[in-house]
Nanobody, 119 residues
Framework: QVQLVESGGGLVQAGGSLRLSCAAS????????MGWYRQAPGKQRELVAV???????NYSDSVKGRFTISRDNAKNMVYLQMNSLKPEDTAVYYC?????????????WGQGTLVTVSS
């Protein structure tokens, strides 16, 4: 079984920063792309940023220049540094990873961590 556990969410004022972390654990052979998604109240889940195993990154237009995704392959972790936060960044942030185990390939989600940005 593979699990993703996020941490680092919380309440921050507009203009502030937060760093989210996501740790993958379990019977992992390798991890392909890792990413962060978010879902605001009443809205669909959307991609925030993704990073490949080779460290190529892609960001949504709404966070480009403000957020940075990174990963530590040795620790099976992915991070999201969020700067210049805006109230519209308020959402539950979910970690996602494409994980290869001994038996199969799985698309795994974390339970989410809430980020609230006050104006």
């Amino acid at each position: 079984q593979v699990q993703l556990v996020e941490s680092g969410g919380g309440l921050v004022q507009a203009g502030g920063s937060l760093r989210l972390s996501c740790a993958a654990s379990g019977s992992i052979v390798s991890i392909n792309a890792m990413g962060w998604y978010r879902q605001a109240p009443g809205k669909q889940r959307e991609l925030v940023a993704v990073i490949t195993s080779g460290a190529s990154t892609n960001y949504s237009d709404s966070v480009k220049g403000r957020f940075t995704i990174s990963r530590d392959n040795a620790k099976n972790m992915v991070y999201l540094q969020m700067n210049s936060l805006k109230p519209e960044d308020t959402a539950v942030y979910y970690c996602n990873a494409g994980v290869r185990t001994v038996l199969r390939y799985r698309d795994v989600w974390g339970q989410g961590t809430l980020v609230t940005v006050s104006s």
